[in-house]
């Protein structure tokens, strides 16, 4: 199980930091991401972070989004800085055991998902 919180509404520049707690077996071995859906876009991926703490991002995030996680507390965050109108959508967060570094970033991948979280940018 996988639960989203630290969505909401904020400015063009405003800030925002997602936490997604896991309660799944093995979290460490699990490939982590934070995937984004707007309406009438299928979803993309956004930032992925694997066992190890490498880290990848979507061009349109990167140096605006982080990704990290915490393996004690089985949680994954995003902080988004900067943040844009076209940010605007659900995000949801989620997990798999995923080896291909190519497969990190297809949803389809992932066995585990969260209910997601509104995240609106005005």
């Known amino acids: 199980q996988l639960v989203e919180s630290g969505g909401g509404s904020v400015q063009a520049g405003g800030a925002l930091r997602l936490s997604c707690a896991a309660s799944i077996f093995r979290y460490s071995i699990h490939c982590m991401a934070w995937f984004r859906q707007a309406p009438g876009t299928e979803r993309e991926a956004v930032a992925t972070v694997d066992t190890y703490g490498n880290t990848d991002y979507a061009d349109s995030v990167k140096g605006r989004f982080t990704i990290s996680r915490d393996n004690a507390k089985n949680t994954v965050y995003l902080q988004m800085n900067s943040l844009k109108p076209e940010d605007t959508a659900i995000y949801y967060c989620?997990?798999?055991?995923?080896?291909?570094?190519?497969?990190?970033?297809?949803?389809?991948?992932?066995?585990?998902w969260g209910q997601g979280t509104q995240v609106t940018v005005s």
């Open positions: 989620a997990a798999g055991v995923i080896n291909s570094v190519s497969s990190q970033l297809v949803p389809t991948a992932y066995k585990y």
